[in-house]
């Protein structure tokens, strides 16, 4: 079955340093999405994507945060000047449709722990 | 606004113990709820999903009915197994693209 990959399965970076985590999502899926996971919080949406542009972003997701879909695969997510309170689970997501009954494929997620 | 209140875990159970999560949840118009499960060291997997009140999702031996008059979607089990240890997230998704979820319960079963 299709998935969809995250890599690194685990990121440490120093404060204030940029970083970069990716995802593949599955081939003939065409909205994409962040969500991230404070330790013991819930799971949080940070932004979604489409035809390559941002459809919607949360207060989460500011001017520190950016998303690109480089090349016919990849949909990566920057931070650019990281901060402790950054340090979570970041899930990558995909849909092959969007609206309500279309359920989300998630990754593993990426662990990022900020030093 | 949109959001998913969740039974606060830990939970655990014997094996052949039955289950129940539950979820409650406050949206604007009419929802869809979704159940997702995250096995140790993986990701979020749907587990299970309803569209409209009174839908009864069902996966893996799990079930959950949208009940519109009580705002709830609580997820059971008849009889749960050690490889039902995960955590549990009950999920909401209304006008907008992105989930709602719940803080997530920990299930374990011990043989």
């Known amino acids: 079955e299709p998935e969809v990959t995250q890599t690194p399965s685990h990121q440490v970076t120093q404060m204030g340093q940029e970083v970069i985590l990716r995802c593949v999502p599955i081939?003939?899926?065409?909205?994409f999405y962040w969500y991230r996971q404070i330790l013991g919080q819930k799971v949080e949406f940070l932004v979604s994507?489409?035809?390559?542009?941002?459809?919607?972003k949360s207060e989460i997701f500011d001017d520190q945060f950016s998303v690109e879909r480089p090349d016919g695969s990849n949909f990566t997510l920057k931070i650019r000047s990281t901060k402790l309170e950054d340090s979570a689970m970041y899930f990558c997501?995909?849909?092959?449709?969007?609206?309500?009954?279309?359920?989300?494929?998630f990754g593993d997620g990426t662990r990022l722990s900020i030093l | 606004g949109d959001s998913v209140t969740q039974m606060e875990g830990p939970v655990t159970l014997s094996e052949e113990a039955c289950l129940t999560i539950?979820?409650?949840?406050?949206?604007?118009?009419?929802?869809?709820l979704f159940w997702y499960v995250q096995y140790p060291g993986e990701g979020l997997q749907l587990l299970l999903k309803?569209?409209?009140?009174?839908d009864k999702g069902s996966n893996k031996g799990f079930e959950a009915t949208y009940r519109k008059e009580t705002t709830s979607f609580h997820l059971e089990k008849g009889s749960v197994q050690v490889s039902d240890s995960a955590v549990y997230f009950c999920?909401?998704?209304?006008?907008?693209?992105?989930?709602?979820f719940g803080t997530g319960t920990r299930l374990t079963v011990i043989p």
């Open positions: 997501a995909s849909s092959e449709e969007t609206g309500r009954n279309q359920p989300q494929h």
């Open positions: 081939s003939n899926h065409l909205y």
């Open positions: 309803a569209t409209k009140a009174d």
């Open positions: 994507f489409y035809n390559n542009e941002i459809s919607e």
């Open positions: 539950n979820c409650t949840y406050t949206a604007t118009g009419y929802p869809s």
């Open positions: 999920a909401l998704r209304a006008g907008a693209n992105n989930l709602f």
